[in-house]
């Protein structure tokens, strides 16, 4: 019934409009200018992606990405695309605090509004259609099989499955974890059938380092990284004099807080960022470790099982020692 009434409303809107996450990774950009893609190649006239905050580099080869609208840089016509649709799409996130600044305008849209999701405790009243599956690896995989059975598989041009494809591959490490479901290699699959340059994406996803973010991994490895043994525990912490430094762009710690679960008997890893007076959080780990609710508890965040996110108003110091005495609970 839903995927019915969701085909109904692209078919009948004349305005769309995209929303990812603040800060979007791979998986939010993917499914953005995924469904972008696809909407375009159906034949609707009036679809943007508007983003919260500025996107990673890395992820600006993807069709439809050199006309993203950033809030940031373009408030005005953001509020007014915002006000002007009928069709508003919120993918990779499920409630709109996620959208930081934008979180006013998005809740007084009077557009009919659809959540397109995999992370957990989704905002019930944020939308009108809320399409959730944690068990997915990806809201990519997710956005796929919604599009394929609402009829538009026809419609997944090259370009809108190699935006699917790359948030698969980001939000799973390159299938490396959260992707044991054989549902998500079968759309793996259908897309490489699609036609998509698998190889292609890899280099430009993976392979396409400015020289500063490769030598913020390397001090970050090097000089930033703590392990302690007896919590099978790591974190790295960055303050935003070390990241001026390096010249930091949105991305270029992309995949760092994996870096330290590589290490024999490190089960957990955290990164914590300094930026805009506060201490972004990041958290991953192997096995039943639920970071997700250590983020509740500590950090003001959420997530999936084994990798979460949040943010922490305290300082640097203060922020590593709640980290440290919350650890043992989890372990």
Known sequence: MELQVILDKIVQSKSIVIVPHHNPDGDAMGSALGL???LISFGKKDVSVIVPSAFPDFLSWMKGADMVLNFELNKNDVIHKIDCCD??????????KRVKGMSEYIDSCKAFKIVIDHHPMPDNNVANIIISDIEVSSTCELMYVVLNKCGFKNYITVDAASCL????????GL???NSSRPETYHVVADLVEIGINKDQIHRDVFHSNSFNRMRLLGYSLFEKMKVFNDLKASYISLTSEELLRFEFKPGDTEGLVNY????????VSALFM?????????LRSHGNIAVNQLSEENF????HFNAAGGESFYNMETTIEMYLKALPKFI
Not at 87 to 96: E, G, I, K, Y
Not at 260 to 267: M, N, Q
Not at 300 to 303: E, F, V
């Open 175 to 177: 299938l490396s974890h």
């Open 36 to 38: 972008y893609n696809t």
């Open 260 to 267: 330290p679960l590589s290490i024999e008997g490190v089960d």
């Open 274 to 282: 300094e930026q805009n007076n506060r201490i972004k959080v990041s």
């Open 300 to 303: 003001n965040g959420g997530g």
């Open 87 to 96: 069709l508003l799409f919120m993918v990779d996130f499920n409630s709109s």
């Open 165 to 172: 494809y790359t948030g698969i591959m980001t939000d799973t």
